[in-house]
């Protein structure tokens, strides 16, 4: 329910705290005191449109904030602050919403900053405004089939989780095909594109680290001379007529015939010995390479060109050889796709036949519950109708079947409800009901049944029996506390009978103060609640007669409710 709301700076409110309790609420006053800006601002700050119009003249900005508390663990709207990663203690939701004279509008929830659009989602969950022109949910048909389907209570739900975990299949599957449909030509285009890329990366017949070892080879020709002349200045230097192996030889062979005498030099003899036949395959190596060496000009243009080609390659497909061998797989299981995609295709057209034939049969099960559901619910509305004094009224769901072969998320039924309010007259949609006095009338029937299966916190009624007197009077003011017994009602009445029935009463006052009008609300208890009572009976001078009046109007309101 709507525990607490704060108004500053809107219209003509400076500054509003008001606490509101569970049941019947009862907003009265004069005429352009303000009680339908109080409704403005909770509209507003569950995500309603607004504007900077609204913002109090001579003022920055408009701060409404509005906390709500939920008993109910299973409510659909914790599931909503967890899907937006929003906290709720103790099952209290603050919803707050900030409006600027620089048009920017600032939304929180539980003091996290969210967009108007979740601010709305979040708070439509909350609160039900209904006013005598507004079209609220009951009014757009599109709901009719949920608030059928939540009539219809817990077997519908079982079936419906069963057809909507199927017809997400189905959806999954339909769009794959779809997007796997493409026209011939462009499946052709494509098949020709991973043909030529195949082709292309499989002729380079490309080995990991050939690349790596072409570069190598390639710096080696760049610099063949240069190499070559090194190599063979080494040689010489040892083998050549420097004679410096020679020289080690000698000195090897005179340190081994000192160690025969002296056992100390045996490691000088040892060293030098290991540095002999290690030069000596040094210089036997480098002539192997000299002899082997030979200047090929078209072997460099061969490396270049090999490398030329990575090059090219690594452009289109990879930055390496890896990721270029990884693509050529990938494309290849593509094309193979595309080829065998007739055999592929008609495999899961099939599945998604039996699909469809199961969402058949799911469907059925959800249209036999709604059908049954629907005579019940009409034989409930009518009743209310009839303690409404709409006894010649006539109360229909239509159920009608969707397009062959069209489903959505609720099956393949579309529902509607129909009224005639008068004999004679023909059935017609209730989004096209227009009088004012029988739309009220047939709104609250509907939110005498509806209330108990919404789950709405919060119902507000703004002026909704305009139009209505004497005993209709009554009974819209029996059937409002009606309600109220399932959510919480703020009402907007100028009906005395209304405001006998609440459980919560207060006066909305406009004042003139340091030349600034001002609203304020006033909790209306005992004496006070009968003079306004009076004054709402008389319209004018609240005299002895008046007062008796509404006092026994009191007395027979609370008397009533002992009965609903």
């Known amino acids: ?11 003509i409110i400076e500054d509003l705290d008001v606490s509101f309790e569970e049941g019947l609420t009862v907003l009265t006053g004069e005429t352009g005191a303000g009680k339908s ?4 601002a909770v509209q507003l700050v569950a995500g309603g449109r607004g504007s900077i119009e609204f913002i109090r003249h001579g003022t920055k900005k408009a701060e409404l904030e509005a906390m709500f508390t939920v008993g109910v663990h299973n409510h659909p709207v914790f599931q909503k602050l967890e899907e937006f990663g929003i906290e709720a203690e103790d099952g209290t939701i603050i919803l707050r919403r900030e409006l600027n004279q620089s048009g920017k509008t600032t939304c929180r929830v539980n003091g996290k900053l969210v967009t108007i659009a979740i601010l709305r989602e979040l708070g439509s969950q909350l609160i039900d405004i209904h006013g ?32 909507t975990d199927l017809y997400e299949d189905y959806v999954k599957l339909h769009k794959k095909l779809s997007l796997a449909s493409e026209n011939e030509q462009q499946i052709a285009q494509r098949i ?12 380079a017949a490309l080995q990991v680290g050939e690349e790596e070892t072409l570069e190598s080879e390639r710096v080696k020709l760049q610099h063949f001379h240069r190499l070559f002349d090194r190599l063979n200045s080494a040689y010489e230097a040892i083998q050549g007529d420097s004679h410096a192996l020679d020289f080690l030889g000698t000195a090897m062979s005179d340190l081994e015939d000192a160690a025969s005498v002296d056992g100390d030099l045996k490691t000088l003899a040892e060293t030098t010995g290991e540095s002999f036949y290690s030069l000596q395959d040094v210089a036997h190596d480098i002539k192997g390479m000299l002899d082997e060496m030979e200047y090929d000009p078209n072997r460099l243009e061969v490396v270049e060109d090999r490398l030329a080609l990575f090059t090219t390659l690594k452009r289109k497909y990879g930055t390496s050889i890896e990721d270029i061998l990884l693509y050529r797989e990938k494309i290849a299981d593509r094309l193979d796709e595309l080829i065998n995609r007739d055999d592929r295709l008609e495999k899961e057209q099939e599945k998604l036949q039996h699909l469809r034939a199961d969402l058949e049969i799911e469907a059925g099960e959800l249209s036999a519950i709604r059908k049954k559901s629907s005579t019940m619910l009409e034989e409930a509305i009518m009743e209310q109708l009839r303690q409404l004094h709409m006894g010649k009224a006539e109360f229909q769901v239509k159920i009608e079947r969707k397009e062959a072969g ?57 002026e909704v029996d305009t139009g209505v007197s004497g005993r209709v009077a009554q009974a819209i003011a029996e059937k409002i506390a009606m309600v109220a017994m399932n959510s919480q009602v703020l009402c907007i009445s100028h009906l005395p009978q209304v405001a006998a029935m609440a459980d919560h009463h207060y006066l909305i006052r ?11 609300i006033q909790d209306v208890l005992d004496e ?9 009976l008389s319209g004018a001078e609240v005299t002895p007669l008046t007062l008796r009046h509404a006092d026994e109007l009191l007395q027979l309101a609370e008397a009533r409710k002992t009965t609903l």
């Open 132 to 163: 005598q022109h507004e079209n609220q949910e009951l009014m757009h048909q599109k709901r009719h089939i949920h608030l059928l389907d939540s009539f219809a209570g817990p077997p519908f739900k079982i079936a419906m989780k069963s057809y």
């Open 192 to 203: 020709d594109l991973y043909t030529f890329q195949l082709t292309e990366i499989d002729e």
């Open 510 to 520: 406009k004042e003139v103060m340091d030349d600034r009008t001002r609203t304020s």
């Open 528 to 536: 006070d609640r009968t003079r306004e009572l009076s004054r709402m």
């Open 37 to 40: 800006i109080i409704i403005d």
């Open 406 to 462: 069209s489903f959505d998320y609720n099956g393949f039924d579309d529902v509607a409800f129909y009224i005639s309010t008068n004999v004679g007259e023909p059935m017609k949609p209730l989004v096209k009901v227009a009088s004012g006095g029988e739309l009220s009338r047939v709104m609250l029937a509907l939110k005498t049944i509806f209330s108990k299966h919404q789950g709405i916190t919060s119902i507000i009624f703004d």
């Open 1 to 11: 329910m709507l525990s607490e709301l704060s108004i500053k700076n809107f219209a």
